[in-house]
């Protein structure tokens, strides 16, 4: 159930103006907030980044308990507290046989290249950019017909693999691949062994998305690109069955449900 809210919060003291918040208040959302600047904001005891212009995001895993503490503390030391809740959801099981050995368990003379690439992009979503570039509209990051949604769990061969964390959108191999949203390239790798041509981008306050298994990495290392901007193409590279681009967002190490961050902002 999508659930779009806009939350004053519960007052331990009077606020005349409580942090507003904007996004599915469920599994794999990802909240946009804005309180006053120079607020404390934080979440079941995290620490969140907030803009000059108080600006703050948080998000939530796949698999997320019921319930989150935000907390915000105003510059003249007033504290809101409110107790979120969460919508659970229901996730599709995928299954898909008859694939090469290879593609579901890889040989063990790669592992220590996989572990050095995974090491690569996990210190890449570590990253707290003081940019509040995820702010705005976004958009689809490629035409092309849904195949794969977030959440699903997959079955390859019979084995039980980690859930899907992306959006699948499938194309022909070079169909252009835009940003959805301004950020800045802090990944672009040609081949990865899992994931081939991969573009990361870092959208500001550890908001990060990834582009996987393209044909081309246009982007380039280090580059600030507009949303709509091209940074790539679909391609079938990487343990990829078919040609397709796979759109993930990471706040921080929490796995985002890119759909949501496409659906409408509610009106306040």
Known sequence: MKLFVFLALMLIAPIANAPELQGQMTQ???????????????????????????????????????QATLTVRLPDGTVAEK?????????????IDGLPSKMVTPPPD???????ENAQIAAVRERDLDAALFLGDWIRPADGPVTGVYGSQRILN????QPHYGIDYAGPVGTPVVAPAPGVVVL?????????????LDHGHGLTSAFLHMSKVEAKLGETVARGQRI???GATGRATGPHLDWRINWFDRRID??????PAPVN
């Not at 005891?45 to 796949?62: A, E």
């Not at 890119?258 to 659906?263: I, K, M």
Request: proline share 7%; charged share 20%.
């Open 110 to 116: 790669v592992m220590a290249r996989i572990r050095a």
């Open 158 to 161: 019979g084995e039980a693999r």
């Open 232 to 234: 790539g193409a679909i």
């Open 83 to 95: 107790t979120l809740d969460l919508a659970p959801r229901e996730y599709a099981i995928q299954r």
């Open 28 to 66: 794999g959302g990802l909240i946009r907030g804005r309180t006053e600047p120079q607020a404390l904001v934080m979440l079941d005891g995290r620490n969140l980044r907030v803009s000059p212009s108080g600006d703050f995001i948080f998000g939530f895993n796949r698999d997320a308990p019921p």
């Open 188 to 200: 672009a790798e040609a081949d990865l062994y899992y994931t081939g041509g991969t573009l990361i």
């Open 258 to 263: 890119p759909a949501l961050l496409l659906a």
